[in-house]
């Protein structure tokens, strides 16, 4: 089974290739990011525009390097939410073209649904497992009993982890996107070097809460400025960091205590946090259960994750009509529920 996945619902226009659920053929991710920087974060119309410039140069690459043409396709898979929606149309439309112009089925992929399936790229991974997705624009602990069911045990209540990162980042003056620019000064500073706040919310919740922590992040650089007091990057971000990872990881274990359910997969563009990934698996170790990452080219937005989550939809015979719409909210657990055919 070959599978092209396509996935336009943020900054990058990426087109991959893969065979049986798992085998990475190619996957092209063309981004937007340097286009954005200097608006320091995502313009809705500029990101659609470039899409669209784009998406034939990264399917047809996509295929190349796969060494398939699109008669050798026996599916798509396309991100049709979460997203923005000018950006997601463009993907969907190709899709549908391609899928009406070659008589195959078409698989509609929820994005979030796509950072979970990354963790299957590497092959032998099975439900029921719980995922921690700590992404741009979400954070939330699921359980995942099934191929394509989803449970919500917590969500946040307000800032994404991956958002949190990178307005904290961007009052340092470090450019967009500053996860990456974080994980990295955070290895050289002190992690106690400011006592940042954990938002616990209480005992038994799964719930997430970053803004406090955001503001007295900037509180803190401030109050320093006021005074005249030197702060460093470094230590900023090793206390901030240690204040987000710890919060996750102690979740993560909640949930894991609390399901009995002990295989945890990580999710979205945080999962590629050197902090995270080293407490988290530590605590895993410790607590006695499983933990698994993307590897990190496959932690941020990309096609691979999108057509390893259509797979097992594909394997059901779920496929959806060419009338499916691009959904800017389409909640996780709403995938599943979306009208699907019977092809042909
Ligand atoms: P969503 O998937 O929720 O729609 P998105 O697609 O914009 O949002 P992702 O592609 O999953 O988000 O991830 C991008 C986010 O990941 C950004 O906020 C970025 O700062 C963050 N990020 C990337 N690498 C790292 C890292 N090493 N440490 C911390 N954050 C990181
Ligand atoms: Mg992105
Ligand atoms: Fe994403």
């Known amino acids: 089974v070959v599978i092209l996945g396509i996935e336009t619902s943020c900054d990058e226009t990426s087109a991959s290739v893969i065979r ?9 991710v063309s981004s937007q990011i340097e286009i954005h920087k200097r608006f320091g974060g995502v313009v809705p119309e500029v990101a659609s525009r470039r899409h669209v410039e784009n998406v034939n140069d990264v399917v047809e690459e996509a295929l190349t390097q796969a060494g398939m043409t699109i008669d050798d396709l026996s599916a798509v898979g396309v991100t049709y939410g ?18 009406w112009a070659k008589s195959i089925p078409m698989i509609g992929v929820q ?9 299957f790229l590497s092959g032998g991974m099975e439900p029921p497992l719980l995922a921690l997705v700590v992404s741009g ?22 800032d994404a982890a991956g958002e949190a990162y990178d307005k904290v980042a961007r009052a340092m003056g470090l450019p967009y996107p500053g996860g990456p620019q974080i994980d990295r000064l955070a290895l050289e500073g002190n992690p106690e070097a400011y006592a940042f706040p954990r938002a616990w919310i209480d005992d038994e919740s799964m719930d997430f809460s970053f803004s406090g922590l955001k503001s007295a992040v900037l509180n803190t650089m401030h109050n ?17 960091q240690a204040a987000v990872v710890e919060v996750l990881v102690e979740k993560t274990v909640r949930a894991v205590r609390k399901t009995g359910v002990n295989n ?20 895993a170790e410790e607590v006695g259960f499983s933990v698994h990452f993307p590897t990190f080219d496959l932690c ?45």
Not at 82 to 99: F, R, Y
Not at 269 to 280: E, F, I, K, P, Y
Not at 317 to 333: C, E, P, Q
């Open 20 to 28: 049986d659920g798992n085998e990475i053929l190619s996957n092209v």
């Open 82 to 99: 979460p997203g923005l929606v000018g950006a997601l149309l463009v993907g969907v439309s190709w899709a549908k073209a391609l899928c």
């Open 111 to 119: 994005h979030i649904a796509g950072h979970i399936y990354a963790n």
């Open 137 to 158: 624009g979400h954070t939330e602990i699921v359980h995942m009993p099934a191929h394509g069911e989803f449970e919500f045990l917590g969500r946040t209540r307000d």
């Open 224 to 240: 320093a400025e006021q005074r005249g007091e030197p702060w460093k990057q470094e230590d900023i971000s090793a206390s901030f």
């Open 264 to 283: 945890v997969v990580v999710a979205g563009g945080v999962a590629a946090n050197r902090g995270l990934r080293a407490a988290l698996a530590k605590r």
């Open 300 to 344: 941020t937005d990309n096609a691979a994750m999108i057509a390893a989550a259509a797979f097992p939809m594909y394997e059901k015979g779920r496929f959806h009509d060419l009338d499916l719409n691009a959904i800017a909210s389409l909640s996780l657990t709403k995938w599943a529920d979306t009208p699907t055919i019977q092809f042909m």
